[in-house]
């Protein structure tokens, strides 16, 4: 029988990407190419991925947002649709353009972006309804959720604060994918505290973790990081893949990544996190939970696109032979 509402919700910005489709070229450069549209947005992309690898288990999905009455919104209605992520709270706005990030990629591993965020921010307390969050066993926050907007972020605080009462022990996610050049230390560290209190699994890359725990060193950081709250802290690494931290592995647990070809590395951490969580949620031990998270970033770097197309099936069966 079909659930009436989803396991695992997250919330927060829905974008396309646009991108140049040669390294180095830059946005001002008049009559380049672009190539895109692709369905974005971190929280998004998050939730994409876990709706895929969760499939086997019959976990559900679902996400709130808000985009524009557009033909960019449509097509990520249709992505999210296509993989099963319920969109029932998912809101269409007359006043505003779907959100669109431009993305400059450089040949030093650089991105740029321009945004133009239309109605990415626009998701806000009143969409978060209650009854949502009846079936809830994970919600997944984003720093970028949180700071996009102050209605987004106090929307985010509320989901917590209903998915926390209707189960005490649901886990809390948390992709803290900020950056000190985006917004003011000071800033981040405050919108970051009140989730980072009610964190299970912390997913930040080695600079995140620095800069929330104010140490320097990835790993020392997120030594740090567990005496803050979270009860596992997963360090991602790009290629080198991620080591994961808690307090019966304090030291950490090296998981090497799987090797691929980079074509597009955006959305590789959301891809990595939505089948962390999956992982998670079937009980699997933190290895073979790390090795599929890896597995599941890699493929996504293979192709164009924050969103991957790739099943629980092809991460496994390139899991395996890695292991082989
Ligand atoms: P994002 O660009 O989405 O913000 P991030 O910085 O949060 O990403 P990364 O460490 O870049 O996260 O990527 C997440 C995971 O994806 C890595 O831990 C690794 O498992 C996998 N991954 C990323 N890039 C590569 C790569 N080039 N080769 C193999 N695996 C990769
Ligand atoms: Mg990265």
């Not at 449509?74 to 029932?88: A, G, Q, T, Y």
């Not at 891809?271 to 599941?296: E, P, R, V």
Request: glycine share 10%; proline share 5%.
């Amino acid at each position: 029988m079909e659930k009436k509402y989803p396991d695992i919700i997250s919330l927060g910005e829905l974008l396309v990407e646009i991108m140049r489709d040669k390294l180095d070229t830059p946005h001002g450069e008049i009559g380049a190419i672009y190539r895109g549209p692709f369905p974005s947005g971190a929280p998004a992309i998050f939730i994409d991925s876990a709706s895929r690898m969760g499939k086997p288990f019959n976990l559900s999905t679902g996400f709130i947002g808000v985009i524009g009455k557009d033909n960019f919104g449509n097509c990520i209605i249709e992505k999210l649709k296509k993989d099963n992520v319920d969109i029932s709270q998912v809101k269409f706005t007359e006043e505003l353009t779907t959100g669109i990030a431009f993305n400059q990629y450089n040949s030093n591993g650089s991105r740029k972006f321009i945004f133009a965020k239309g109605a990415a921010g626009d998701t806000s307390p009143k969409y978060i309804k209650t009854e949502y969050f009846s079936n809830i066993k994970n919600l997944h926050i984003t720093g970028s959720a949180l700071s996009i907007s102050k209605k987004s972020r106090e929307a985010c605080y509320k989901a917590i604060k209903i998915a926390k009462k209707h189960n005490p022990d649901v886990i809390i996610s948390f992709d803290p994918n900020l950056r000190p050049e985006m917004l003011n230390l000071e800033t981040i560290l405050k919108i970051c505290k009140p989730v980072l209190e009610t964190t299970e699994i912390l997913l930040p890359s080695g600079e995140e973790a620095e800069m929330l725990s104010g140490i320097k060193g990835s790993e020392n950081a997120c030594q740090k990081l567990l005496e803050m709250g979270p009860k596992i802290i997963v360090l991602k690494q790009g290629k080198k893949g991620c080591t994961v931290f808690t307090t019966d592995e304090s030291k950490g647990l090296k998981v090497k990544g799987y090797k691929v070809i980079e074509k597009d590395p955006t959305g590789a951490g959301d891809s990595f996190g939505g089948a962390f969580i999956i992982g998670y949620l079937a009980g699997w031990d933190l290895l073979k939970i790390a090795q599929f998270a890896n597995t599941a970033g890699a493929l996504k770097v293979e192709s164009f696109g924050p969103m991957a197309d790739t099943s629980y099936e092809d991460v496994m069966l390139l899991m395996k032979k890695n292991l082989l």
